[in-house]
C-alpha cells in the first residue's frame, strides 16, 4: 500500500491547515490509518486515528479539539484538519495504515505496516 500525504506548509500560529493521505492504488477504507508526527530531536507520536470500517476517531490529547481526521472513500483518502495550530505543532506529519493488522486504530506506531514519506508542518508564533 503507498500512501502519499500532502498539505503541509508554514503557517502562523493560530492558523489552520488541512493535511491528506492518499491511497491511490488502494482501498484505503479497509485499513486503520493513524497520522504520526515527529517534532526535531523527539520520537515520533501518534496524534490522531481513524478506524477502519466505523471511522471511530481517536486523538491525542494535545490535539482534542483543534485536530479532526476523517475519511473519504471515494477519493480513498485520509484527511487531518488542524485548528488553532501552535509553534508545537511543527513537526513532520506522517500517516500510516494497518494494512495487516487491526481495524480499530491505535495512536502507537506498532501495528502500522505501510507508511507515507511525510509532510513538513512549520507554525511561526
Known amino acids: 500500500v503507498q500512501l502519499v500525504e500532502s498539505g503541509g506548509g508554514s503557517v502562523q500560529a493560530g492558523g489552520s491547515l488541512r493535511l491528506s493521505c492518499a491511497a491511490p492504488?488502494?482501498?484505503?477504507?479497509?485499513?486503520?490509518v493513524g497520522w504520526f508526527r515527529q517534532a526535531p530531536g523527539k520520537d515520533r507520536e501518534g496524534i490522531a486515528c481513524?478506524?477502519?470500517?466505523?471511522?471511530?476517531?481517536y486523538y491525542r490529547d494535545s490535539t482534542k479539539g483543534r485536530f479532526t481526521i476523517s475519511r473519504d472513500q471515494a477519493k480513498k483518502t485520509v484527511y487531518l484538519q488542524m485548528t488553532s495550530l501552535k509553534s508545537e505543532d511543527t513537526a513532520d506529519y506522517y500517516c500510516?495504515?494497518?494494512?495487516?493488522?487491526?481495524?480499530?486504530?491505535?495512536?502507537?506506531?506498532?501495528?502500522?505496516?505501510?507508511w507515507g514519506r511525510g509532510t513538513r508542518v512549520s507554525v511561526s508564533s
Open positions: 481513524i478506524n477502519a470500517g466505523d471511522d471511530t476517531p
Open positions: 500510516a495504515a494497518a494494512v495487516g493488522g487491526s481495524r480499530s486504530c491505535r495512536l502507537s506506531a506498532g501495528g502500522y505496516d505501510a
Open positions: 492504488r488502494s482501498t484505503l477504507g479497509y485499513y486503520a
